[in-house]
């Protein structure tokens, strides 16, 4: 949920960028249904009365009407529009650890899990370890080596 409501905070109030706002908001609908598809018998209803308010909250600038029909049915009062923006946590959006692409001359080959402060040369040599780019440049000189932090590797090869 945090993550929805830092996109659309940041798509709305800087970027104006409401078709990706809208698009977050969507991310999370679905993010909903699969919890509560994988999560019947455990539900958290109190988790999810707290998502479903921040839903209607994030809803409320682009379909007003409904928002206020939608708040007013998951029992709040007064408006949904006269309401704070939900806040979130930047501390729990952090990642530990990231996938990264493989590529070799440019296709890709393979991916890898690893934290997000890893040294380039590091992720270089766990990347080597991969059984299809070791296929890939078995026999073969790599003339270069290319790390975008946190996105993919790639070896040039000859």
Known sequence: MNTAVKK????????FHFNTAISAVMELVNEIHDYIESSKENLNLPLLKKVFTNLVLLLAPF????????????????SVHEQSWPGYDEEALKTKTVTMIVQ????????MEVPVDM???DIKEKALELENVKNHIRGKEILKAIVVPNKLVNFAVK
């Open 8 to 15: 659309v905070t940041e798509d709305i109030e800087k970027r």
């Open 63 to 78: 379909t007003p009407h409904i928002a206020e029909e939608l708040w007013e049915r998951i029992g709040h009062e007064p």
């Open 104 to 111: 070799v001359n440019g296709k890709v080959r393979g991916r």
């Open 119 to 121: 040294a380039e040369e």
